[in-house]
């Protein structure tokens, strides 16, 4: 027993050190000051690029979007990617005045990491001369004033700036409004946070934004980074990524994509493995939290599925307590870190204002930490058969509302 209770404290120092961690930065949230006049010097050009889907409504709907910013007419341009497309989808894109890029076949391979840095180095060699390049999905819509904030940041001095997400639906069972919780503690709330402490926030592939200069001092190299790499390699040269939560997309939230049981984020494990003794000699050797925290933003599980873990360990040091084998204490501190854990859910639903909208839905994360470790356990006991098909329980819950209209 005495291997178990080194290795329970263990435990207990990390799984602590990363609630508390989330904690502070749900409290700092509050300290957020956002601006509300964003007038400028210059009004900076800027080129939007959207990749598309195949689904002309959904272009549609983003396109209409997008050529309805609060902003001069002559001052951007539509791009959009045609990187996986049918003539009609082109047809709607020219209809609403974009322009179409088609990328080379050898970079059309699924992801960003091949296309976008083309595509940054496409239009960095034009005759057009842009000084920013901003980068949207076409499956959201973006409020009217994204391009007046990102000029405004730029102004200040930012150089890559990441926009907000709200939800586009509203959600209506229980599952859905966990997914949310936990959508808005990732999305708003954290990055909220660590802009208040200075800590600077992630990259996201949906609503950024890239100073030309920067992308000339910096080259995205095709093939080389995913767009995780490439924000980390920013930071690591002292770059911050700036947060601004005036400029917001609005995007969906699939329920299977919050939901499903996967418990390590392999590109983030990759990054710790590859960049982790570079963060540590550089927190030495600047005495900077900055990397600190990027350590912290690699490690750290999302939130449902660190309740998960201190759940399990508050179960099951609770049993062996039960037995006689351990003391009270080590118990104690797993039902104060559980206590912490949820504490931090609620400041973040009051940091949003959405605290009687998700209060009550709160009180079902058991439910969902208990669907999750029953999925966990059953596909390790699983784990050599052939399971087929897509019915009943493995079938991928989708959050389906009705649009909402977003002016």
């Known amino acids: 027993m005495i291997f178990f ?71 951007y341009d539509l791009i959009v990617i045609a990187d996986n497309y049918t003539d009609s989808i ?71 700036i990441q926009g907000s997400y709200k939800n586009l639906h509203t959600p209506k069972g229980w599952i859905d409004k966990i997914c949310e919780m936990n959508f808005l503690m990732d999305y708003i709330i954290y990055p909220q946070g660590r802009k208040a402490l200075g800590l600077g926030t992630n990259i996201r592939s949906n609503g950024m934004c890239f100073s030309t200069s920067l992308l000339h001092e910096f080259p995205w190299k095709e093939g080389q980074q995913s767009i995780n790499e490439y924000g980390l390699s920013l930071r690591l040269h002292g770059i911050e990524i700036d947060f601004a ?30 960049y982790a003794p570079q963060l540590l000699r550089n927190t030495l050797k600047t005495k900077s939290l900055k990397y600190i925290n990027i350590l912290f933003e690699l490690i750290s599980p999302r939130f449902v599925n660190m309740v998960l873990f201190v759940v399990a360990m508050s179960i099951i040091n609770a049993a062996v307590w039960w037995g006689g084998w351990i003391l009270t204490s080590p118990l104690l501190l797993w039902l104060g870190i559980m206590g912490l854990s949820m504490i931090s859910v609620f400041i973040s639903l009051i940091g949003t204002g959405s605290q009687n909208k998700f209060l009550k839905s709160a009180f079902y994360i058991p439910i969902n930490v208990y669907v999750k470790a029953k999925g966990l356990i059953q596909r390790f006991l699983r784990k050599e058969k052939v399971v087929e098909g897509h019915g009943g329980k493995d079938n991928p819950l989708v959050v389906k509302d009705e649009n909402q209209p977003v002016k």
Do not use: C
């Open 90 to 160: 082109v047809q709607v894109a020219e209809k609403m005045g974009a322009k179409i890029v088609i990328p080379p076949s050898d970079k059309l391979r699924g992801d960003n990491k091949n296309i976008l840095p083309w595509v940054f180095a496409h239009l960095l060699e034009e005759e057009q001369s842009y000084d920013a390049m901003t980068v949207f999905n076409s499956d959201g819509l973006v409020s009217g004033n994204y391009l007046e904030v990102m000029n405004y940041y730029l102004e200040q001095g930012s150089e890559i």
């Open 245 to 274: 939560p005036e400029a917001v997309v609005y995007t969906e939230i699939l329920t299977e994509k919050w939901n499903r049981n996967s418990y390590l984020n392999t590109g983030s494990y990759q990054l710790l493995k590859k």
């Open 5 to 75: 209770e080194v290795f329970n404290y263990l435990l207990l120092i990390m799984g602590g050190g990363i609630v508390i961690y989330y904690l502070l930065i749900s409290l700092f949230a509050f300290r957020r000051d956002r601006d509300n006049n964003f007038e400028t010097v210059k009004s900076r050009k800027f080129a939007v690029i959207l990749f598309i889907q195949e689904k002309e409504q959904v272009l549609s709907r983003s396109l209409y979007s997008l050529s309805g910013l609060v902003y001069h007419k002559n001052k």
